[in-house]
């Protein structure tokens, strides 16, 4: 089992910046690719970027491309998500999530079914 913890969310001014946090516990962090994702009432979850095992390959969509950076630090067993020129529509719950399987993840990392753990997330409101 794979337990993850997100933390540094909460509110902030657009064009403002946040860091998000993910701790992990249970097996080798450096085992696992990791991906963050963003909910937002009534919609479905969508991929926000993702990291592979050693941190030498990062993916993002191009909504948040150029705006949000993905590392690890495997000593640490943590992910983060470092969000700059935050703007309203960021605003959704944003979870990490764990894969543990890294054959064709850079082919699968934006699906939600390649990710085996999910943390409980945390919200991150953009006030305008």
């Known amino acids: 089992q794979v337990q993850l913890v997100e933390s540094g969310g909460g509110l902030v001014q657009a064009g403002g910046s946040l860091r998000l946090s993910c701790a992990a516990s249970?097996?080798?962090?450096?085992?696992?690719?990791m991906g963050w994702f963003r909910q937002t009432p009534g919609k479905e979850r969508e991929f926000v970027a993702a990291?592979?095992?050693?941190?030498?390959?990062?993916y993002y969509p191009d909504s948040v491309k150029g705006r949000f950076t993905i590392s690890r630090d495997n000593a640490k067993n943590t992910v983060y998500l470092q969000m700059n020129s935050l703007k309203p529509e960021d605003t959704a719950v944003y979870y990490c999530?764990?894969?543990?399987?890294?054959?064709?993840?850079?082919?699968?990392?934006?699906?939600?079914?390649?990710?085996?753990?999910w943390g409980q997330g945390t919200q991150v409101t953009v006030s305008s």
């Open positions: 999530a764990a894969n543990i399987d890294p054959i064709n993840f850079g082919n699968t990392y934006y699906r939600l079914t390649t990710y085996d753990y």
């Open positions: 249970g097996r080798t962090f450096s085992n696992y690719a």
């Open positions: 990291i592979s095992r050693s941190g030498g390959k990062t």
